[in-house]
């Protein structure tokens, strides 16, 4: 089943979406977060979609905008496939291979949720950025609450499925980083969720030996495709992330788990770091960025301009007197 947030004559709500084009809106619902709190799962959430399947339908999709399917409290973005790694680290840091360390567990920083945005919205330039790059990934979306839980037991805590796009200013990450803490205004400026959630079983055909959903990804700028991969090249299922996730803490229903991008392609960054140039070029306002995840389907945004940065001094360097 498929399920999407929507405006429409200004007002918030959430729908079953049939054939990709056909609303059956959820009376009285305006979240989608705020249903997964309430219905606990999988089961609760397929419940509220057969019944909205019997009310007459709403509004034709392209009568609406979509908003993105979820406003979580948290989004983890973590970073799963090896061919990404070692084209970015040559691009951002000017290294080559993957750190031993990274093969130790699935790492993830935590985005922006205050930054999110939906399927043909504009996404603007982050102030004072020159190196704009998109980053295709897959989020899983969390549908129960848990904490320390197993693999196996994380399967039943994902609820569906959706298109992520983690937009980057390079310039301002390979800047940032150098500090150490990891990747901040450099990621804080968009996040694309969409164009809809697709509940976990519609999935689970695509599921091979291993545990991992055998999906093509595919990135096109200004309608050239510049990469396509598999999310079955991840190096940790789905199940193991939302597990390490869940390690001494919480997850709850809406939190989004963000796959990382993929490889081959999957953004600008790894064909720089491996052409040794800045070939693609860096997105400017009026390019078009369509990203297509088999079974989920196509997430499509336009850059535009955004505002110039807010000057700020340096550092001061202090005196470091006592009292």
Known sequence: MRFAAYEHRHSPRVAVVQDDVILFPLPGVTSLTALLAEVDGLPGLLTAGRAALDLPPGPHVSEVRLLPPIRPASIRDFVTFEEHVEG???????????????YTAPTFYFTNPHALYGHRDGIPVPPGSDVLDFELEVGAVIGREGRDLTPQQARDHIVGYTVFNDWSARDLQGAEMKVGLGPCKGKD???????CLVTADELEHYRDADGFLRLALSAEVNAEKVGEDLLSNMSWTFEEMTAYASRGTRVVPGDVLGSGTCGNGGCLAELWGRRGEQNPPPLRPGDTVTLTVEGIGTLTNTVVPGPEPVPLPAGRRRSRERP
């Open 88 to 102: 970015v680290r040559r691009a951002v840091e000017g290294t080559a291979g993957v750190p031993e360390q990274w």
């Open 189 to 195: 400026t968009a996040t694309t969720l969409g164009p």
